[in-house]
Structures are given as structure tokens and as C-alpha cells.
């Protein structure tokens, strides 16, 4: 049971390159969320997905890109990068349902650079 | 989601037992109250939650105030271990936002 795996750990892009940050949950859970955290700040929701096929923004949407055609993957898309989406990332996920009782599991984090 | 106040940094003693407080007086009836914690270099890590009852759990107690417009997490015997910081979210439904959160600092 390896819970939320993020990969890769650690990105350098250069301006106005795309990339897809990667996450897996092996938990069955309904429930997945990409946060940033800038540094010496908490963390901002960016999207998250209640089930397959359903996704929704959260405080920091704009620049990114979600979808979610399984229940075990959220990937998350940069289509074009900027410098102020320099940032660690960090994926979470919890049974969904009206379970706001139930803890988020969270990855160790992407740690994005855009030069 | 309701808002929560919590002090920037706090300071603690290796054994000792810390109370970390959480201000949130909008609060509304169907609002859990997380707590949890990020140590440097991590993803944040569960704590604990609750309700309108006091919890407790291995990590840690919360206190929930009966008008339930505050809170507070207990850790017991603070250790090294426990030096991170500490966030006090509600959560009434999946858009769940965390604020900056209290750093706690372990003097040994």
C-alpha cells in the first residue's frame, strides 16, 4: 500500500514549456487534490475531483490544467509555464461522499522550478 | 470555508506539553475542525479532528470550545520530532483551504 505517489520529485522548466505532474493514489479513494505552497506560505488549493470524470477549481486554478479518467490518477497540467508557478506541489486525496470527517493523505511533493 | 486565526510561531521546551490555539468564529454547525502538520521537507501530515466533542488520539488532544468559535491542539510531551507547523483548517466540504499555519520551534 504505497498511498499518494507524486512524481517526479523535482522539476527545472524553462518559460512557456508544458508538463504534466503525475499522481496515484492506490486507496480507492473518490477524492483527489492538487495544492501549491510558495515559499514560507501554507497551501493553496489549485483543482480537485470528487470521482472520475468530475473536477472542479479551487482558490488558484488559472494556469493549470486537471483531469480525471480513473479513480486512482489526478494528473496535473501545466500547458504553458511561468515563472510565478515556481513552487512545491503537493497531491492529496480522502474518501469522498460527505466524508469530510475523514483525513487528507497527502504525496511527498514536485518541487517545480521555471526559469 | 469558514476562516480560522492562528499565531505565526510559537515556542516550546522538549517535554513539556504545548497548547497551540485556533481562533474561528464564523464557524457553522456542519464544520469539522482539522488539525494537521507539515514538518520541513514534507507533505502535510493528519493530526486529528473533531466536531463539538474533545478528542483524543495518539499524536495529540483537541479542545474544542463550547461555543465551538475556537479550539486548541494539545501535544502532550512535546519532542524535536514535533518541530513543524501546525494548521487549523474546517472543513464543511471538499474545497478544504489551509492558512499559514502556527510554526512551532522545540527548545531541547
Known amino acids: 500500500n504505497a498511498g499518494v505517489t507524486q512524481t517526479p520529485k523535482f522539476q527545472v522548466l524553462k518559460t512557456g514549456q508544458s508538463m504534466t505532474l503525475q499522481c496515484a493514489q492506490d486507496?480507492?479513494?473518490?477524492?483527489m487534490s492538487w495544492y501549491r505552497q510558495d515559499p514560507g506560505m501554507g497551501l493553496r488549493l489549485i483543482h480537485y475531483?470528487?470521482?472520475?470524470?468530475?473536477?472542479d477549481q479551487g482558490e488558484v486554478p488559472n494556469g493549470y490544467n486537471v483531469s480525471r479518467s480513473t479513480t486512482e490518477d489526478f494528473p496535473l497540467r501545466l500547458l504553458s509555464a511561468a515563472p510565478s508557478q515556481t513552487s512545491v506541489y503537493f497531491c492529496?486525496?480522502?474518501?469522498?461522499?460527505?466524508?469530510?470527517?475523514?483525513?487528507?493523505?497527502f504525496g511527498n511533493g514536485t518541487r517545480l522550478t521555471v526559469t | 470555508d469558514a476562516k480560522t486565526t492562528q499565531p505565526n510561531s510559537m515556542e516550546s521546551n522538549e517535554e513539556e506539553p504545548v497548547h497551540l490555539p485556533c481562533n474561528h468564529s464564523?464557524?457553522?454547525?456542519?464544520?469539522?475542525i482539522h488539525w494537521y502538520r507539515q514538518l520541513p521537507s514534507q507533505g502535510p501530515e493528519y493530526v486529528i479532528h473533531?466536531?463539538?466533542s474533545n478528542v483524543n488520539n495518539r499524536m495529540a488532544s483537541l479542545a474544542i470550545a463550547e461555543d465551538r468559535k475556537s479550539s486548541t491542539l494539545i501535544l502532550h510531551r512535546a519532542t524535536l520530532r514535533d518541530a513543524a507547523v501546525y494548521y487549523c483548517?474546517?472543513?464543511?466540504?471538499?474545497?478544504?483551504?489551509f492558512g499559514a499555519g502556527t510554526r512551532l520551534t522545540v527548545k531541547p
Open positions: 492529496a486525496s480522502n474518501p469522498a461522499g460527505g466524508r469530510v470527517a475523514s483525513p487528507l493523505h
Open positions: 486507496m480507492n479513494h473518490e477524492y
Open positions: 475531483s470528487v470521482g472520475a470524470g468530475i473536477t
Open positions: 464564523t464557524i457553522s454547525g456542519t464544520d469539522y
Open positions: 473533531g466536531l463539538t
Open positions: 483548517i474546517l472543513r464543511r466540504n471538499n474545497d478544504m483551504r
